[in-house]
């Protein structure tokens, strides 16, 4: 038993010292220029399985659960404490501008100075930041398509007819999806089966053990469904990430066992932070592993481009990056990308989301409720026009990096709430959208 202990002992040693020394080269490395002309993302064919490297993959102790862990109230304190095994880490550059704050990250709370006479406030009013598009030619075909609640619209289909998209992403039914195949062979189609029991709690490969045998009978009747993905945008903050890491390997895993390849991740727009996804890191190693991907939410409001050139806490801004909108970039180009992890990267939501927090325009859930406010900040002549444009703002940025697939736009054939968010009225500027791009 001793020898065990001083065998995990040194090995625990020996790994925080391999992530240093990769994480340290990744600081050093300069960022390089968004390339001018993208490249169709590959999804890799299955090659022979090998062991992930251990010298640039922080490893979860699978015998223990995350240790228990309060912030306190200064937001400034040192969270190096809660990486446990893994270690802090440290921003790859030094900031040069006070960070915005605009997720879920707690603000500095200043007190303020009593003045006798308070002088009135103005609020500045937000200007939609309205790019000059360029012919995008060089960029390949669209990677726009949809999120489909219910194939309830004949234009779905013919979208995918004309449209021939990268990708599709369906709830919950999947009846429609062979159709769609027959009509568009190179879409790639990512599913999901809803599931009530997001708790973070109990051991995390059980969990997994169970959400998959929930679920196995809906993979085995789908085969038109290219990979699975697993919770619905979880945000696991610091606390529970390494559950959910473990959670999301044996997930993977299993899958594997079944046949079926894994999306991971599903992480909300906004989330997570920079610290927070450091310790999904191994998540990715295992996906990459057996040829997974990985999905994220990016929405934006009151329009695509609200804090687009922002930057997150502890970083400098960049033109091309965001809080909300290419969020992604920060995940790539701070971690993958220096790390050998590149894997393939669906965003499985986007669109517009009125319920971002902190935000100016309008009240409102969904693009219908904002068209009138975009046509009067000069996006179009019209609500349909002012949408499509952010859109095609959006497609243009994501053509720019080959590892993504593409995009689906939240969302066609809404119900209820979702009824607010429904796309199908706009389907047909969207079909010639995408055919404008063939």
């Not at 202990?5 to 992530?19: E, F, N, Y």
């Not at 879920?104 to 939609?128: G, I």
């Not at 219910?150 to 995918?160: L, P, S, V």
């Amino acid at each position: 038993m001793i020898d065990s202990m001083l065998d995990r002992v040194l090995s625990r040693l020996a790994g925080l010292l391999l992530m240093g020394s990769a994480l340290l080269l990744a600081a050093c490395t300069e960022t390089t220029a968004v390339p001018t002309r993208a490249v169709q993302a590959m999804i890799p064919e299955p090659v022979e399985e090998t062991a992930v490297p251990t010298a640039v993959i922080p490893t979860i102790d699978s015998t223990q659960a995350p240790a228990t862990w309060t912030p306190l109230p200064d937001v400034t304190q040192d969270h190096a404490a809660n990486f446990g095994e893994f270690g802090p880490l440290s921003p790859t550059r030094t900031p040069t501008i006070t960070p915005i704050y605009p997720t879920r990250t707690p603000r500095p709370t200043k007190t303020p100075t009593p003045t006798p006479t308070p002088l009135p406030v103005t609020p500045t009013r937000y200007v939609s930041y309205i790019p000059d598009l360029p012919p995008s030619n060089e960029l390949g075909p669209s990677k726009l398509g949809l999120h489909i609640i219910r194939a309830n619209d004949a234009n779905i289909i013919e979208f995918f007819r004309q449209g021939q998209p990268a990708v599709v992403k369906a709830l919950d039914n999947f009846g429609y999806l062979d159709e769609i195949k027959a009509l568009s062979p190179r879409t790639i189609v990512v599913g999901r089966v809803n599931y009530a029991d997001q708790n973070y709690g109990g051991s995390p490969e059980e969990a997994a053990r169970r959400f998959v045998n929930a679920q196995l009978d809906q993979y085995q009747a789908n085969p038109a469904v290219d990979y699975w993905e697993g919770w619905n945008e979880p945000d696991p903050n610091l606390d529970n990430m390494p559950w959910f890491t473990r959670f999301e390997q044996e997930r993977v895993r299993l899958l594997a066992q079944h046949g079926f390849k894994a999306a991971v991740g599903g992480f909300s727009t906004g989330v997570p932070e920079m610290d927070e996804f450091a310790l999904f890191i191994p998540a990715i190693a295992t996906a990459k592993e057996y040829q997974g991907i990985l999905t994220l939410h990016e929405y934006g409001a009151p329009d695509m481009t609200f804090l687009y050139g922002s930057p997150l806490p502890g970083y400098p801004a960049y033109p091309d990056r965001g809080a909300l909108n290419f969020r992604y970039r920060w995940y790539y180009r701070e971690f993958l990308e220096p790390m050998d992890l590149v894997i393939p990267l669906v965003i499985s939501e986007a669109g517009i989301d009125g319920i971002i927090g902190n935000r100016p325009g309008p009240e409102g859930f969904g693009w219908e409720d904002f068209s009138d406010y975009w046509v009067e900040q000069g996006w179009g002549s019209t609500g349909e026009e002012a949408f499509v444009r952010q859109l095609a703002w959006y497609d243009n940025g994501v053509r720019q990096d080959g590892y993504v697939i593409g995009f689906t736009v939240f969302t066609a054939g809404g119900h209820g709430h979702w009824k607010r968010y429904d796309i199908n009225s706009v389907l047909p500027e969207i079909i010639d959208y995408v055919r404008s791009q063939q």
